[in-house]
């Protein structure tokens, strides 16, 4: 019995000691309620750590933590909502279920921001207050596309000199929309800028490393030499297709013996890859540049201005959405 | 002619069993046996562990296929494929471990597998008012609704047989039933036997106990090596006859002569210890000598086994003093104990005792790993000479030390398991129901082992429900009453009916 | 002292509902804004699917098994349901010639769905002899396997199903309005199967036998309980209910993709051993999975209400799983 409440208090203590600085803050500043589809995904972090550090003092962020699963962000959802937050930034997991959070901020009368990931236009234009910040998904499959492309016409790397560039494809996750747009279009672009190409495989790695590793090396000793490149929808998968490389004997350096691997996310691992050779370039999601974009259309939002009132920042075609560009990334700045 | 001797044949006999041979590969478990049941009666089904009773019972519940015979109940030749099929059709079985769901309540035992109910919904006041009525044919006063854990061994036995009764069962068979219960108990028992012999039933009664057989049974048939022995009237027999027929030779004497000596060094003292969370002991001293054998008697209930187990701290001490060989010691658990000079022989071996699936050199070292190490790494070399002495000094009969514990006989499992404790050395040896479910050929080399260990030394306690045994090799018996000590007498003192007196002393 | 040990018995006995009320307690004194009945309205029903899901694992549980499957069965029964009742006017509709259908078809797919692969699991179970562990670790691959296939297919390809019809979207996740006061569907749904599942587990043969199986298999089988079947079906119960859940996931969610209900199960196994379903089997109550997935719902609600950081709600639930728990099984444990 003794240990039993000892327990108890233990951990009361420790529900006591954990909640942030809750209620010390001015009452009118504004609150913002923030929902990250995954807490522990490397851009994700990037983006809110530096959103954590430009809200210090000014604005009161609640942030939330998504698991991965929409069901879990929806509840959340509801609950900033019956806090009285101000605005909502909403990185969606499942961009499906963007309907449903948008009715939710309507009936609430809550200005709402996606980010990262993009809703359906049609999504966004049903309610007046709902923007998007981000990049265009095709985009980074653009920008890969083009490193791949320059790559290969830089050097020699049609191995089997039939002028068609051989591939294998790391794909994220089967119907994650930002997979799918960066499997096609990096793909599409490469074909845009005159070369054949000819996939040998792809596998679905749900964004990990290890899973990615290990198709790579099924890859390696099906086709050898044969494959020219690796795309992967991020630099996680790209990684531990240079693993798998690595202990088969490639990319340490040999130049006869080196397969093009590319990535997207320009995390400080690939940086480090490419710094040494290894890697041939990524894809910079500029985490800080999108950091910044959050927190100003936010307040604006949450004080009642226009989203884009006084920023620098401009509306698309859509004329709902806020574009972060991409760069290439490829050692040289 | 013949048909009127068929008639007057299935008068005589409610169940028949005849020429039932059933062979596993390489034994013949059962040759030609036979048993008659006659309505109304009780018979005793007897024989050393092995000798078949038990296959020849699981040939009539259809658990085994015969190979041939033939089994009649009421005249009516049968053959059951499962046991739900046999006890639908008036034959039941009350098992020797009592096959219950601890987490329902009596009721649900009793009804389960054949709720009353209608489209699959139960109908609640149906079961329990049956229930009811057949606890009150039985004379029991049990609530329907209590969970079955929190009820008695005896009580649970009682609800067994009102489960056989409800299935209007005109064959009970009753393996074991006594021998988890105390005097009291057991008469209980046998005025719901007479109950159920009164209303026509047949019983068949396994038993290793002799004095109970002679006093409940009409008739009692013997069985050895898979064969039928005799069939007598149970007025005609005595214990030793019965013992010749089961062993197919004369025993002379049940127990060993005692040649151990009683040393005037005390090797334990305990004095004042009262346990922590009842049910338990209060209050308790004595002490033991050097090569004494002291008994533990008392009904079920006296916490005999919780002196036990408070000593090698299994249950939770709150006060007073356990001195061996002269040093106090704590025995807060029975890691400490084991360490202190003691040594545990659990009274439910196959639950407590034995680790079943692994074999007899496992299961003799267990308990003293660390001599058979080096840096942490098992000897196999040694580990086995170990479970060969073991094998040896207590006779374990078995193919080899590889063999699994649990196809042993439980006599075996019993030694291997004392053996166990022997490579440990220890000083006091405390042993609760040493030969429970053991037969008479074996339950003698226990108690000549036990003897043995005390003329080396070593101090023994045992806790016995069977007094004759307790008479037979102790030196002085401990009587407990509800948790306290009713009195510590020396043998030749004590009779059967004084123990029965001593033990309602603080009820 | 016996009125000491009476009290101790008393918190014994109420531990569960204890261990919430210092849980309410704390979350009110950090911030005393979190009394409202929209708080208690929202916690309630975003613990609907799960309590079902939950409601569903446990019988397996009693019955000293587990489910592995249970999330990866609601996700396939979810995406079917979701890609069934798609708005007809979404022009990237998964069935582009699908006429609106009566809502109960969708739904019965879905339990159907659900159904068969709780068969398969208890054939596995019961007929195979695995243990359920293993059996619901391959079932939860193959529910997996089905979904990808299921949803990324031609001409469409890999996408999330949304743009739900919004006679399904109401039906989930409207509400019964008393003046200002809105009860939602969904707490009522999840009222309903308690009801039904509390008279399965307490007013049928059934039930019994699923207590005396999951207590002593071997006295079950003396007793001429016929494991097997009452195995099965079971298992088909339990399947059925992650079905439902599925298809009111998807509803309360908005979209299905292949990654819907992952890791749903652990959430539910949680709430059944927090709610005193003992793990060897026999023993547990439908208030007590009830009130165990409410008190695991309650602790993610409340520790944002209070804004906890994510990393420290992850410990505080794994603390307060394994504390509900220990103070639970003490209940069964004889002191000696």
Request: contains cysteine; hydrophobic residues 40%.
């Amino acid at each position: 019995m003794k240990k039993i409440i000892f327990s108890v208090i233990f951990i009361c203590t420790l529900l006591f000691a954990s909640c942030g600085e809750n209620g010390k803050m001015d009452e009118t500043v504004p609150t913002l309620g923030v929902c990250f589809y995954k807490y522990d995904d490397t851009y994700i972090s990037t983006v809110r750590q530096a959103l954590e550090k430009e809200a210090e003092g000014k604005v009161k962020l609640l942030l939330n933590d998504g698991k991965g699963d929409q069901g879990t962000q929806n509840d959340q959802i509801d609950l900033l909502i019956e806090k009285n937050v101000d605005a909502l930034l909403v990185n969606i997991v499942d961009i499906g279920a963007a309907q449903t959070i948008v009715d939710k901020a309507k009936s609430a009368d809550v200005p709402i921001i996606f980010f990262n990931r993009e809703p359906a236009e049609e999504v966004l234009k049903s309610y007046s207050k709902a923007r998007f910040v981000g990049t265009n998904a095709k985009d980074a499959g653009i920008i890969q596309g083009q490193i791949i492309a320059d790559t290969w016409k830089s050097d020699d790397y049609d191995k089997n000199n039939d002028g068609i560039l051989q591939y294998v494809m790391l794909k994220g996750e089967p119907d994650n929309p930002e997979a799918v747009a960066r499997t096609e279009w990096s793909i599409k672009t490469v074909n845009e800028s005159g070369i054949k190409t000819q996939q040998l495989g792809l596998q679905v790695c749900n964004w990990d490393t290890e899973l990615a590793s290990r198709a790579t090396e099924a890859w390696i000793s099906k086709f050898g030499d044969e494959i020219e490149f690796v795309v992967a929808n991020n630099d996680g998968m790209a990684q531990g297709a240079i693993a798998a490389l690595q202990a088969a004997g490639y990319n340490k350096g040999d130049k006869e013996k080196f397969v093009s691997v590319v990535g997207v996310d320009a995390t400080d691992a690939a940086k480090d890859l490419i710094s040494k050779g290894y890697m041939t370039g990524t894809v910079l999601q500029d985490g800080q540049a999108m950091a910044m974009a959050l927190y100003t259309i936010g307040v604006n939002a949450a004080s009642g201005f226009d989203f884009i009132d006084g920023t620098d920042f401009e509306y698309d075609t859509t004329g709902v959405s806020v574009r972060i560009p991409y760069q290439a990334y490829n050692g040289e700045k | 002619m013949e048909k009127n001797n068929k008639d007057m044949d299935n008068q005589k006999f409610l169940l028949e069993m005849k020429n039932i041979s059933k062979e596993f590969p390489g034994v013949k478990a059962l040759d030609n046996a036979k048993l008659q049941i006659k309505k109304g009666s009780v018979h005793a089904l007897m024989g050393e562990n092995g000798a078949g009773k038990s296959t020849l019972m699981k040939c009539l519940f259809g658990v085994y296929k015969k190979d041939s015979g033939i089994i009649k109940l009421n005249g009516q030749v049968i053959e059951f494929n499962t046991p739900k099929q046999a006890l639908n059709n008036g034959v039941a079985m009350v098992h020797q471990e009592l096959n219950q769901v601890s987490q329902m309540t009596v009721a649900d035992n009793i009804w389960l597998g054949r709720y009353p109910n209608n489209l699959g919904v139960v109908s609640n006041s149906e079961y329990i008012e049956k229930t009811l009525q057949v606890f009150k044919e039985l004379g029991l006063d049990i609530d329907p609704n209590v969970k079955m854990s929190k009820l008695s061994v005896s009580d649970r036995q009682m609800v067994e047989i009102a489960k056989a009764v409800s299935y209007d069962s005109k064959i009970v068979v009753l393996d074991e039933p006594t021998s988890s219960l105390a005097s009291e108990e057991v008469k209980r028992l046998f005025v719901i036997i007479k109950k159920l012999k009164d209303a026509g039933c047949g019983i068949i009664y396994i038993s290793h106990k002799m004095e109970e057989i002679l006093e409940i049974c009409d008739e009692v048939t013997v069985m050895r090596d898979g064969k039928w022995v005799a069939t007598h009237s149970a007025s005609d027999l005595t214990t030793d006859t019965i013992i010749k027929l089961m062993v197919g030779r004369e025993l002379t004497n049940r127990y060993p002569d005692k040649t151990n000596k009683i040393s005037q060094f005390n090797v334990l003292e305990v004095k004042n210890l009262t346990g922590k969370y009842p049910p338990c002991i209060n209050d308790v001293n004595f002490e033991l000598k050097k090569g004494e054998i002291l008994g533990v008697s008392g009904l079920v209930g006296s916490r005999r086994t919780e002196l036990l187990e408070t000593i090698f701290g299994i249950a939770t001490k709150s006060s007073g003093e356990i001195i061996i060989n002269g040093k106090h010691v704590y025995n807060k658990t029975p890691r400490e104990s084991i360490i202190n000079g003691f040594a545990l022989l659990t009274e439910e071996r196959r639950k407590d005792g034995i680790f079943g699936g692994l074999d007899i050199t496992f299961n003799s070292i267990i308990s003293s790993l660390k001599k058979y190490t080096r840096f942490g790494i098992i000897n196999n070399k040694k580990t086995i000479n170990a479970a060969k002495w073991v094998i040896e000094k207590l006779n374990v009969k078995t193919p080899s030390s590889t063999a699994k514990i649990r196809n042993l006989s439980g006599g075996n499992q019993q030694k291997v398991i004392l053996g166990r404790w022997l490579l440990n050395e220890p000083e006091v040896f405390l042993l609760d129901e040493p030969t429970r479910g053991i037969d008479v050929g074996a339950k003698f080399e226990i108690y000549q082992l036990i003897i043995d260990l005390a003329s080396k030394g070593k101090g023994i306690i045992v806790v016995s429900s069977e007094m004759p045994e307790l008479l037979g090799i102790c030196d002085r018996i401990l009587v407990m009453s509800n948790g306290r000590v009713a009195g510590i007498e020396p043998v030749t003192n004590l009779s059967q009916e004084k123990i029965m007196e001593l033990s309602a002393k603080y009820i | 002292m016996i009125k000491n040990k009476k009290l101790s018995q008393i918190l014994l006995d109420y531990s569960l509902y204890i261990v919430l009320g210092i849980l309410i307690l704390i979350v009110i004194i950090k911030d005393p804004s979190f009394i409202s009945l929209k708080n208690i309205t929202n916690i309630l029903s975003q613990a609907s699917t799960r309590g079902i899901l939950a409601l569903g694992v446990a019988g397996l549980i009693v019955l000293q098994g587990t489910d592995l499957s249970a999330g990866r069965i609601l996700g396939l029964t979810a995406i079917v349901s979701a890609s069934l009742l798609q708005s007809t006017t979404y022009a990237s509709r998964m069935y582009a010639n699908l006429p609106q259908l009566p809502i109960i078809i969708p739904m019965l797919v879905a339990v159907i769905i659900g159904g068969i692969f709780g068969l398969i699991n208890g054939f596995g179970v019961a007929k195979l002899k695995l243990h359920a562990f293993i059996v619901t670790l391959g079932t939860q691959l193959i529910a997996y396997g089905v979904s990808c296939i299921y949803i990324d297919r031609p001409p469409l390809g890999a996408q999330p199903i949304a743009n739900l019809d919004d006679r399904y979207v109401r039906f989930v996740t409207g509400s019964l309005k008393f003046g200002a006061f809105e009860f939602p569907y969904l707490i009522l749904y999840l009222a309903i199967v308690s009801v039904i599942m509390w008279f399965v587990w307490n007013k049928t043969v059934l039930g019994r036998n699923m207590f005396a199986i999951g207590g002593n298999p071997e006295a079950a089988a003396v007793s001429g309980v016929k494991l097997s079947t009452n195995i099965i079906i079971i298992f088909l119960i339990s399947g059925i209910l992650y079905g439902l859940a599925g298809f009111l996931e998807a509803g309360r969610v908005g979209s299905a993709t292949s990654n819907s209900g992952i890791n749903y199960e652990l959430d539910a196994i949680s709430a059944c051993v927090v709610g005193g379903v003992s793990f060897s089997g026999g023993v547990g109550t439908i208030p007590g999975v009830l009130i165990g997935t409410v008190i695991l719902q309650f602790i993610n609600y409340g520790l944002n209400f209070i804004g906890v950081s994510p990393y420290l709600q992850y410990i505080i639930k794994g603390l307060i799983i394994i504390l509900a728990v220990s103070i639970d099984v003490r209940k069964y444990i004889e002191k000696r």
